[in-house]
């Protein structure tokens, strides 16, 4: 947890997470009962109506309780969660396994990528269910239902550059009222029928397996609809901490949806014509409209957590060099989380549109979801393995003992949900291997980026030594000519000439000669290199070799300032690095230093504020005296060099024209940058 929530009260903090983290899973009460008896395979009975809940009950405990509660939410890097957190520390426990920790590395890659595709389908969904909340006030509403679900997105992804700092404290009484109201609805209708509650023994989930195993095993891909969002718990877990998670959960959260679902058994089983949208329908005449307002409103509250979690892991991916810089625009200067990504705001937007246009319906799109959710779960399930036997050093019995109930159970949702592939399953998988091709081909590009740097470039050390040798020869060649002028002229007057200024003349001319000698090791890098006040900071891509920028603004501009330093960002397999560790410092002589700063991968690198803070330098670091020099490399594809396929490589160099600028990811100030290029051939 942050400095800033760790000042927060417990129950501030539980409140804020039942606005974020619990948005997702507390609205699928909406549509996961409809969507098992829609689905046309099970036949509407008391003996299925029981069995299902059962399942539905065992499901959440089993996934959410029992997994994320108890066992993933320990497994923190640092306090921080999420899917890139897990594998920043699994990755970072195997690095002695080369091939173990690739296999790693691709499959949480992969993973995060999948979180795109289910960050599309989600706010479709959810916001389209509730408003089809229309259709059972009116049928005639019917029409409005798509425009009516595109209009709130919209509003919904256009207010993002304005932030959530004033709306964001509204999400949590919202969502408390909500669980509220589906608590008291559920209530209302079990009151009516008790003997529902039955259905949490788990032998009546037992005797619909046995009865009807295929039919169980293939509508356990809309019975998983209750736990999508439950991934929330782990990814937010920086955001509000272990502890108020947990007491939402439990207090809160899963009393509320295990009543609901109850609830909807009872009024099944009072109106079996209800199946056709159970929630909406069991609710009375007079709050009907209501709680369509209410549901919507929770919906979006639901989009916002996953399109905030969208921009987050798209900076972290960003800065763990897995996709090329973004504009990243802060809404709250006073909040580093809060932020905005444009690029993915309305890529986003575009794919969700597209998806409520292309499937219509709430029930049309449950065959698309699930599977990317599924997958995200058991590669969770999978690292999580991997953190408590190689980071935590656990025995292999109990590792496997702690993780096997949880892999037979997500591999069964997820090899369900392969059955709806062909359905819709195929959109986030689609959309999720798109990012997963641009995020190796981005990481693989720039491997070989800086193979083609390391393979040409000199070592920093000696270039400088050979620079500032060679002016020292300059120097020295000109004062020995000096000198030789002025024994010349007296030779030519050895007459009048005082012996002992011949003498000291000679000396002086020896010692030139020596020194020019100890010397001309050094080569003469360039020539009328003049030397200015100021200091001069280069950005270096890699850690000990020599900066385009440096040897372009001595080609080019024949200067060189008084103070050199080579900065190199490194961003480290974790999610914070504070002040006391941010810098390593080795000065290489001549005034020159080479700088390390090192970054979390939820830290903002700001270079200017982390060069303020040395204290190795010998001059006042005054940034006004300051200037940036950034390297800017023009990727060319190349057949004639041996890389990634040609497709990639143009891909890549397409990915690289179109980035960000570093000076802005950097916070470098513009007006002191200056950019010096050079192509490269990958």
């Given at each position: 947890?942050s400095?800033?929530h760790?000042?927060?009260?417990?129950?501030a903090?539980?409140?804020?997470?039942?606005?974020?983290?619990y948005?997702?899973?507390g609205?699928?009460v909406?549509?996961?009962?409809k969507?098992?008896?829609?689905?046309g395979?099970v036949?509407?009975?008391?003996a299925?109506?029981?069995g299902?809940?059962?399942?539905f009950v065992?499901?959440?405990?089993?996934i959410?309780?029992?997994?994320?509660?108890s066992l993933?939410l320990?497994a923190?890097?640092?306090?921080e969660?999420g899917?890139?957190?897990?594998l920043?520390?699994a990755?970072?426990?195997?690095k002695?396994?080369p091939?173990l920790h690739a296999v790693?590395m691709?499959?949480?890659?992969?993973?995060?990528?999948?979180f795109y595709?289910?960050?599309?389908?989600?706010?479709?969904?959810?916001?389209?269910?509730?408003?089809?909340?229309?259709?059972?006030?009116?049928?005639?509403?019917?029409s409005?239902v798509?425009?009516?679900?595109?209009?709130?997105l919209f509003?919904l992804f256009?207010?993002?550059?304005?932030?959530t700092?004033g709306?964001?404290?509204?999400?949590?009484?919202?969502m408390v009222?909500?669980f509220?109201?589906?608590?008291?609805i559920?209530v209302?209708?079990?009151?009516?029928?008790?003997e529902?509650?039955q259905?949490?023994?788990?032998?009546?989930a037992?005797?619909f397996?046995?009865?009807?195993p295929?039919?169980a095993f293939i509508i356990?891909?809309?019975?998983?609809?209750?736990?999508?969002?439950?991934?929330?718990?782990?990814a937010?877990?920086?955001?509000?901490g272990?502890?108020?998670?947990?007491?939402?959960?439990?207090?809160?959260v899963?009393?509320?949806?295990?009543?609901?679902?109850?609830?909807?058994?009872?009024?099944?089983?009072a109106?079996p014509?209800?199946?056709?949208?159970?929630?909406?329908?069991?609710?009375?005449?007079?709050m009907?409209?209501?709680?369509?307002?209410m549901?919507t409103?929770a919906?979006?509250?639901?989009s916002q957590?996953?399109?905030?979690?969208?921009?987050?892991i798209t900076?972290?991916?960003?800065?763990?060099?897995?996709l090329?810089?973004?504009?990243?625009v802060?809404?709250?200067?006073?909040e580093?989380?809060?932020i905005?990504?444009?690029?993915?705001?309305?890529?986003l937007?575009?794919?969700?549109?597209?998806a409520v246009v292309?499937?219509?319906s709430?029930?049309?799109?449950?065959?698309?979801?699930?599977?990317a959710?599924?997958?995200?779960?058991?590669?969770?399930?999978?690292?999580?393995?991997?953190?408590?036997?190689?980071?935590?050093k656990?025995?292999?019995?109990?590792c496997?003992?702690?993780?096997?109930?949880?892999?037979?159970?997500?591999?069964l949702?997820w090899?369900?949900?392969?059955?709806?592939?062909?359905?819709?399953?195929?959109?986030?998988?689609?959309?999720?291997g798109?990012?997963f091709?641009?995020m190796?081909?981005?990481?693989d590009?720039r491997?070989?980026?800086?193979?083609?740097?390391?393979?040409?470039?000199?070592?920093l050390k000696n270039?400088?030594d050979d620079l500032?040798?060679?002016?020292?020869?300059?120097?020295?060649q000109?004062?020995l000519?000096?000198?030789?002028?002025k024994?010349?002229?007296?030779?030519?007057?050895?007459e009048?000439a005082?012996?002992e200024?011949?003498?000291?003349?000679?000396?002086?001319?020896?010692?030139?000669?020596?020194?020019?000698?100890?010397?001309?090791?050094?080569?003469?890098?360039?020539e009328?290199?003049?030397?200015i006040?100021?200091?001069?900071?280069f950005?270096?891509?890699e850690?000990?070799?020599?900066?385009?920028?440096?040897?372009?603004?001595l080609?080019?501009?024949?200067?060189?300032?008084?103070?050199?330093?080579?900065?190199t960002v490194?961003t480290l397999?974790?999610?914070w690095?504070?002040?006391?560790?941010?810098?390593?410092?080795t000065?290489?002589?001549?005034?020159c230093?080479?700088?390390?700063?090192?970054?979390?991968f939820?830290?903002?690198?700001?270079?200017?504020?982390s060069?303020?803070h040395?204290?190795q330098?010998?001059?006042?670091?005054?940034?006004?005296k300051?200037?940036?020099?950034?390297?800017?490399?023009?990727v060319?594809?190349?057949?004639?060099?041996?890389?990634?396929?040609?497709?990639?490589?143009?891909?890549?160099?397409?990915?690289?024209?179109?980035?960000?600028?570093?000076?802005e990811?950097?916070k470098l100030?513009?007006?002191?940058?200056?950019?010096?290029?050079?192509?490269?051939?990958i």
């Amino acid at each position: 947890m942050s400095k800033a929530h760790a000042k927060t009260s417990v129950p501030a903090l539980t409140l804020g997470a039942i606005g974020v983290v619990y948005g997702d899973i507390g609205t699928s009460v909406l549509y996961s009962v409809k969507e098992v008896f829609n689905s046309g395979h099970v036949a509407f009975n008391v003996a299925n109506i029981y069995g299902v809940l059962s399942l539905f009950v065992w499901t959440i405990t089993i996934i959410v309780s029992l997994k994320y509660i108890s066992l993933v939410l320990r497994a923190d890097n640092k306090g921080e969660g999420g899917l890139i957190a897990m594998l920043a520390l699994a990755s970072s426990a195997v690095k002695h396994r080369p091939k173990l920790h690739a296999v790693i590395m691709t499959m949480g890659i992969f993973g995060t990528c999948l979180f795109y595709g289910d960050g599309v389908i989600t706010p479709s969904i959810s916001v389209l269910s509730a408003v089809e909340g229309l259709t059972v006030v009116s049928p005639r509403l019917h029409s409005v239902v798509i425009p009516a679900t595109l209009t709130i997105l919209f509003i919904l992804f256009f207010v993002q550059k304005f932030g959530t700092k004033g709306i964001g404290k509204l999400f949590g009484p919202v969502m408390v009222l909500w669980f509220l109201l589906i608590a008291g609805i559920g209530v209302y209708h079990i009151q009516h029928n008790v003997e529902i509650l039955q259905a949490i023994n788990p032998i009546y989930a037992y005797q619909f397996v046995v009865t009807n195993p295929t039919l169980a095993f293939i509508i356990l891909g809309a019975v998983v609809l209750c736990v999508t969002g439950g991934e929330a718990l782990y990814a937010d877990m920086g955001h509000f901490g272990k502890k108020p998670i947990r007491i939402a959960w439990f207090s809160i959260v899963m009393p509320a949806l295990l009543l609901n679902y109850f609830g909807q058994g009872a009024f099944l089983l009072a109106n079996p014509d209800g199946k056709s949208n159970p929630f909406f329908l069991m609710i009375p005449d007079a709050m009907r409209i209501p709680m369509v307002v209410m549901a919507t409103l929770a919906t979006v509250i639901a989009s916002q957590a996953l399109i905030s979690g969208a921009f987050s892991i798209t900076k972290q991916a960003v800065q763990l060099g897995f996709l090329p810089r973004m504009r990243i625009v802060y809404t709250n200067v006073k909040e580093v989380g809060q932020i905005y990504i444009p690029a993915i705001n309305w890529g986003l937007f575009i794919a969700i549109a597209f998806a409520v246009v292309m499937f219509k319906s709430s029930g049309a799109l449950a065959a698309a979801y699930g599977i990317a959710v599924c997958t995200d779960m058991l590669i969770t399930t999978i690292l999580t393995f991997f953190v408590i036997r190689y980071a935590w050093k656990y025995p292999l019995l109990l590792c496997i003992a702690a993780t096997s109930l949880f892999f037979v159970v997500d591999f069964l949702f997820w090899a369900s949900n392969l059955l709806k592939l062909l359905k819709g399953g195929w959109f986030p998988l689609l959309l999720g291997g798109v990012m997963f091709v641009l995020m190796m081909t981005w990481r693989d590009g720039r491997n070989l980026v800086r193979i083609a740097h390391t393979t040409r470039q000199i070592n920093l050390k000696n270039f400088l030594d050979d620079l500032f040798g060679s002016f020292t020869n300059k120097r020295l060649q000109i004062a020995l000519e000096s000198t030789q002028g002025k024994l010349e002229k007296l030779t030519q007057d050895i007459e009048n000439a005082p012996l002992e200024n011949i003498q000291e003349l000679q000396n002086q001319q020896a010692l030139l000669q020596e020194k020019i000698l100890i010397n001309q090791r050094c080569q003469v890098l360039f020539e009328n290199i003049k030397k200015i006040k100021g200091i001069a900071v280069f950005m270096v891509s890699e850690v000990d070799i020599v900066p385009v920028a440096l040897k372009q603004n001595l080609k080019h501009n024949k200067c060189l300032h008084e103070y050199n330093i080579f900065v190199t960002v490194n961003t480290l397999e974790t999610p914070w690095v504070g002040l006391s560790k941010r810098s390593e410092v080795t000065y290489l002589g001549h005034n020159c230093w080479k700088v390390v700063l090192n970054f979390g991968f939820k830290n903002d690198p700001d270079v200017p504020d982390s060069l303020k803070h040395i204290q190795q330098f010998n001059f006042d670091f005054d940034p006004a005296k300051v200037s940036y020099f950034l390297s800017h490399e023009a990727v060319v594809a190349s057949e004639s060099i041996k890389g990634m396929a040609l497709w990639r490589e143009k891909l890549f160099a397409h990915m690289h024209r179109n980035a960000g600028t570093a000076a802005e990811f950097l916070k470098l100030p513009s007006n002191n940058v200056v950019e010096m290029g050079a192509k490269v051939e990958i």
